[in-house]
T-cell receptor
Framework: GENVEQHPSTLSVQEGDSAVIKCTYS??????FPWYKQELGKRPQLIID?????GEKKDQRIAVTLNKTAKHFSLHITETQPEDSAVYFC??????????FGAGTTVTVRA | DAGVIQSPRHEVTEMGQEVTLRCKPI?????LFWYRQTMMRGLELLIY????????DSGMPEDRFSAKMPNASFSTLKIQPSEPRDSAVYFC??????????FGEGSWLTVV
């Protein structure tokens, strides 16, 4: 089955700086790559996603890039703010139903 | 739409008791997932239903766990008998076949 690895496990950045989280996947058939943000005590919420026919997608301060050849994808958060502090999960999905999650990255934005 | 609705939000029960978690999917979503989240194991898929039919239950830990989806608007996850190691957050999530998966608020289970 699909195996998704996520790095780093923790990330501390100064407010205003950028944060980058990287994930790799094992199944070349994976074609959908969402990113979820989970605040303490809350549910995971989708923040951005990308499909395999696209190399990059941006939504305001958040961007995701996908390299299908290398089988890795990354989340970029620019101009970080304290409210960006949360756990971020990457995930990968193939043509079947199963969404495989990375282990998560705890992001702390220092004021 | 109210989103995926789960109940109870929090439950504390004694070891050996039966626990039933409930989920109401988003209207029109034909896929339903039960996930378990713990610090040690992260987000684990327990079972997946498509059009009310269980497709893959390979993630269900053992026979103490069972799940049903009697109709398109209701699913249950049951643990009988419960054990302390079952303490976790249980999320129900739904989507429309390959599209975005939306999570419910979760059921926080503590077994003492």
């Amino acid at each position: 089955g699909e195996n998704v690895e996520q790095h780093p496990s923790t990330l501390s950045v100064q407010e205003g700086d950028s944060a980058v989280i990287k994930c790799t996947y094992s199944d070349s058939a994976s074609n959908y790559f969402p990113w979820y943000k989970q605040e303490l005590g809350k549910r995971p919420q989708l923040i951005i996603d990308i499909r395999s026919n696209v190399g990059e997608k941006k939504d305001q301060r958040i961007a995701v890039t996908l390299n299908k050849t290398a089988k890795h994808f990354s989340l970029h958060i620019t101009e970080t703010q304290p409210e960006d502090s949360a756990v971020y999960f990457c995930a990968a999905r193939t043509n079947d139903y199963k969404l495989s999650f990375g282990a998560g990255t705890t992001v702390t934005v220092r004021a | 739409d109210a989103g995926v609705i789960q109940s109870p939000r929090h439950e504390v029960t004694e070891m050996g008791q039966e626990v039933t978690l409930r989920c109401k999917p988003i209207s029109g979503h034909n896929s339903l997932f039960w996930y378990r989240q713990t610090m040690m194991r992260g987000l684990e898929l327990l079972i997946y239903f498509n059009n009310n039919v269980p497709i893959d239950d390979s993630g269900m830990p053992e026979d103490r766990f069972s799940a049903k989806m009697p109709n398109a608007s209701f699913s249950t996850l049951k643990i009988q008998p419960s054990e302390p190691r079952d303490s976790a957050v249980y999320f129900c999530a739904t989507d429309t076949s390959g599209n975005t998966i939306y999570f419910g608020e979760g059921s926080w289970l503590t077994v003492v």
